[in-house]
Every structure is written in structure tokens, then in C-alpha cells.
């Protein structure tokens, strides 16, 4: 069965960076368009930076210029490398894919865990 899985994630200083990676199970998938997402405690699941099948990415404005996401040349990578971290990023942070795997599908990944904190 084909997975997304997350990974990447960690305790870090405010000001420090983190790459999170989110890959598929299959290597003969292909991603088009995949988001992360973050979900703090207590809050409902947000959008914090997509990219789209032709390559165009967008990001919510409270990551603009800290977040960039991208996606490798195999298209079975997503990445979402983050800089200048602050307090208030801390969330568990969820890729969203659309895969060509014998078909269209959507998938979820299991999450992983920002913590930024002195």
C-alpha cells in the first residue's frame, strides 16, 4: 500500500531551522501537487505552504520568507525547509500529496513533531 511519511522534525532554539522531508512509499509514484500543513494543540489543522503540479509554490503569510517548499527532480520528495523559527511554529506538521500511482489518489502523512523552544 502506497504511504507518505514524514520526517525531519525535532526540538530546535528559536531562530534555528529544520528540513522536513516527506517521501512516498513507492518510488514509481509520482507527486503533482502536495501541501504541508501544521496542527498545533488546540487548533484546528492550517495550510502553510503548497506547491503545484507545474512547480508554482505559495505560502500562508506568517511563513512568507522564513518556509520554502520543494520537490525533487524524481517527484517522490517533498521538502519544507524552515528558518528563522519562532515559539509559535511549534505544531505537529502533516504532508498532503496528490499521487499517480496506477490512478489518482490523495494522501496523508502520519505527521511529525516541531518543537521550538529555548
Known amino acids: 500500500q502506497v504511504q507518505l511519511a514524514e520526517s525531519g522534525g525535532g526540538l530546535v532554539q528559536p531562530g534555528g531551522s529544520l528540513r522536513l522531508s516527506c517521501a512516498v512509499s513507492e518510488k514509481i509514484a509520482s507527486i503533482t501537487r502536495a501541501g504541508w500543513y501544521r496542527q498545533a494543540p488546540g487548533k484546528q489543522r492550517e495550510l502553510v505552504a503548497e506547491i503545484t503540479t507545474g512547480g508554482t509554490t505559495s505560502y500562508v503569510d506568517f511563513v512568507k520568507g522564513r518556509f520554502t517548499i520543494s520537490r525533487d527532480h524524481g517527484r517522490t520528495t517533498v521538502y519544507l525547509q524552515m528558518n528563522s523559527l519562532k515559539p509559535e511554529d511549534t505544531a505537529m506538521y502533516y504532508c498532503?500529496?496528490?499521487?499517480?500511482?496506477?490512478?489518482?489518489?490523495?494522501?496523508w502523512g502520519q505527521g511529525t513533531q516541531v518543537t521550538v523552544s529555548s
Open positions: 498532503n500529496a496528490d499521487l499517480m500511482y496506477f490512478g489518482a489518489r490523495n494522501l
